[in-house]
T-cell receptor, first 113, second 116 residues
């Protein structure tokens, strides 16, 4: 059962544009929502994360928006660059699971020059 | 973030042989490490949780006798794929919980396994 649903599956954005990736979760007990960036043949790298007591978190060009009532969170990449082309995974963590992450299916982002 | 290494980065083996993958925590003593498997263009699937000094906890559908996990020290966890078959070909990634917050995870670079 997919506990975190991610969309879109793929995304093409022009350089300088805004990339938006959305995720929805089912389990209201989840208390940590990270985003990972993965390049081909590499392990995922933690990009930015948010906890449910905060509605927005910004780090450089990356922003997470969190809507607790809707059980949704999204990643916004401002001024997207070709170097941002990668696969992005959202995830959610359940405290009592022993810190295992529940991943979304991923979004393949292509930023065109 | 925490630094995690994996060895080897890629391995090719014949069907029926066993392959060991090492996951090392370079700057943090990790009591818990996680092993994931990722097929091409798919998400990461948790295989097992590796606890230092105790038996690993396997996810449903993962054969514990086929995927042997050993976490003998706070800095090393190993995954051994026994009697590997072509369907075991995948990208294997370990991760560890970080020291700053109890539910951050930092991933290794992954190991590409190809079984001929």
């Amino acid at each position: 059962q997919q506990q975190v649903k991610q969309s879109p599956q793929s995304l093409i954005v022009q350089k300088g544009g805004i990339s938006i990736i959305n995720c929805a979760y089912e389990n209201t007990a989840f208390d940590y929502f990270p985003w990972y960036q993965q390049f081909p043949g590499k392990g995922p790298a933690l990009l930015i994360a948010i906890r449910p007591d905060v509605s927005e978190k910004k780090e450089g060009r990356f922003t997470i928006s969190f809507n607790k009532s809707a059980k949704q969170f999204s990643l916004h990449i401002m001024d997207s660059q070709p170097g941002d082309s990668a696969t992005y995974f959202c995830a959610a963590n359940l405290r009592n699971s022993g810190y295992a992450l529940n991943f979304g299916k991923g979004t393949s982002l292509l930023v065109t020059p | 973030g925490a630094v995690v290494s994996q060895h080897p980065s890629w391995v090719i083996c014949k069907s029926g042989t066993s392959v060991k993958i090492e996951c090392r925590s370079l700057d943090f003593q990790a009591t818990t490490m996680f092993w994931y498997r990722q097929f091409p263009k798919q998400s990461l699937m948790l295989m097992a949780t590796s606890n230092e000094g105790s038996k690993a906890t396997y996810e449903q559908g993962v054969e514990k006798d086929k995927f042997l996990i050993n976490h003998a020290s706070l800095t090393l966890s190993t995954l051994t794929v026994t009697s590997a078959h072509p369907e075991d070909s995948s990208f294997y990634i370990c991760s560890q919980a970080g020291s700053r917050a109890y539910n951050e995870q930092f991933f290794g670079p992954g190991t590409r396994l190809t079984v001929l």
